[in-house]
């Protein structure tokens, strides 16, 4: 199964940090975020990684290569100097990704979530990690009712930026600038989202702050 890491943001809330440098390659524990991804997703045997990229793609791609020396390989989908949101960068880089299903990844997540234990056969359209309501999303996104993602319930939970995506809940989607959840609250709707709760280790690394925190951790 190919992967796909989402390193296309602008990281706005991380600036200063982000004025010269893309959000992925800002370092917790002396090694970019992005590069603690690859490395967990190559121990977990995902060894072919799709990256998108948009503001300052040009950097993640000459700190990386095309993957040789961390043991992946690495192709880019790059998306102009805006990106084209999460749905819209996946349906950019479908050529690369071909026609089974994919993990999808957020750059800008720490987790301790173990890669190898995702199904290997998607049973819908998406899987999802789901997680507890960190304090900047009190409301949640979804909740789980059994191994079924809902778009309601007595007990929402956050959706990690983890999942296995089938292309074909792309299938009818148009080319360009395009969400996900849109995409996914309509096929859970249909009972063709199923999910899981996370219950370890998990932060949106989209603050300085964050990222403070996460290296003070590796200290």
Do not use: C
């Amino acid at each position: 199964m190919k992967a796909m890491i989402l390193a296309a943001g602008k990281g706005e809330r991380m600036r200063p940090l982000t004025l010269a440098s893309p959000k992925p390659l800002l370092e917790a524990g002396g090694k970019p975020l992005i590069v603690h991804h690859i490395e967990r997703l190559r121990n977990a045997g995902f060894t072919d990684i799709v990256i998108n990229t948009a503001y300052l793609g040009i950097k993640i791609q000459a700190a990386l290569g095309m993957g040789q020396a961390l043991g992946v390989n690495i192709q880019y989908s790059h998306e102009g100097a805006t990106g084209l949101e999460t749905a819209g960068g996946m349906q950019r880089a479908r050529p690369l990704l071909g026609t089974q299903p994919f993990l999808l990844v957020n750059a800008d997540v720490w987790t301790d979530y173990p890669f190898d234990k995702l199904p290997n056969r998607l049973e819908g359209l998406a899987h999802l990690v789901m997680v507890d309501n960190p304090e900047h999303n009190p409301s949640g996104d979804f909740s789980l009712q059994g191994a079924l993602i809902s778009n309601q319930g007595l007990r929402m939970l956050t959706y990690s930026g983890i999942a296995i995506i089938a292309p074909d809940l792309l299938k009818d989607a148009p080319s360009g600038t395009l969400k996900l959840a849109p995409l996914l609250r309509r096929a859970a709707d249909e009972s063709y989202v199923t999910g899981e709760h996370h219950k370890g280790t998990w932060d949106d690394i989209g603050t300085p702050e964050r990222l403070m925190q996460l290296n003070a951790r590796f200290l």
